[in-house]
């Protein structure tokens, strides 16, 4: 489907005010932990463009984060799922603006101590993605299924605390320099159960993302179903 400029104007422009989100609880090993708990929450739910900034690890700058004493339980090999929302205080049915599509993704750091690690600098290793596949963007997933993220921790790493970084990337108006839109926060987990078996390679944040990845400055509007994503950021970890 062909899309004229002033169309792809308007659905960049669409629905402002519903547009943006927060990664805002987590559900894991059975629970559904409350809003804010464990996670380094920001009372702005804005993105962050600059792929260059500290704030691309756990957010912040811009969207200041307030921090939390608390460390969320998980089990190697569960799968956990982000919650997503627009405000702190919005709906399942309030997530992120239909037009915000991109992909989702997730990584992890091993860290002394989760409640005060800064999150940006070294350690860091993705442990989930997801593009595009026959026309259908990650974060459209999220949006139809009331927000949640699927994430499945890795079985083969080891035990103690970590940042589990969510992200959601929205390229509605990516055809221009620092014209995505990240969205991110860190949740704090102390994980058990791990074998302990692989030792992941791992990334910078910043420094996973530059500014003209291809999954990063992009012009969606011009895709076919049939077209293909490239994913930005390191390779994804397995075990």
């Given at each position: ?97 239909a037009s915000h ?91 058990s159960g791990g074998?302990a078996s692989v ?41």
């Amino acid at each position: 489907m062909k899309y004229s400029s002033l169309a792809i104007v308007v659905i960049a422009g669409a629905s402002v005010a519903s547009a943006h989100t927060i990664f805002v609880q987590l559900e894991a090993d059975g629970a559904t932990h409350p809003v804010s708990y464990g996670i380094r929450t920001p009372s702005y739910d804005g993105p962050i463009n600059d792929v260059t900034s500290n704030d691309l690890a756990c957010n912040g700058g811009p969207n200041p984060t307030t921090p939390s004493a608390d460390i969320m339980e998980v089990t190697a090999g569960s799968t956990v799922n982000a919650t997503w929302r627009h405000t702190l205080t919005s709906g399942p049915d309030d997530v992120m603006d239909a037009s915000h599509k991109g992909p989702t993704l997730a990584y992890l750091k091993k860290v002394d101590d989760a409640t005060s690690d800064v999150g940006y600098g070294a350690g860091w290793f993705k442990i989930q993605e997801d593009g595009y596949t026959d026309g259908a963007w990650g974060t459209s997933k999220v949006i139809d299924d009331a927000g949640k993220h699927p994430i499945t921790i890795p079985t083969c790493i080891e035990d103690g605390q970590y940042l589990l970084r969510a992200e959601m990337i929205a390229l509605h108006a990516a055809s221009s320099e620092l014209g995505a839109q990240l969205y991110m926060e860190c949740a704090q987990i102390k994980v058990s159960g791990g074998k302990a078996s692989v030792t992941p390679a791992t990334s910078s944040i910043p420094g996973i993302y530059k500014q003209n990845d291809p999954g990063i400055l992009i012009n969606i509007y011009s895709m076919t179903a049939d077209s293909e994503y490239v994913i930005p950021g390191p390779e994804l970890f397995t075990c």
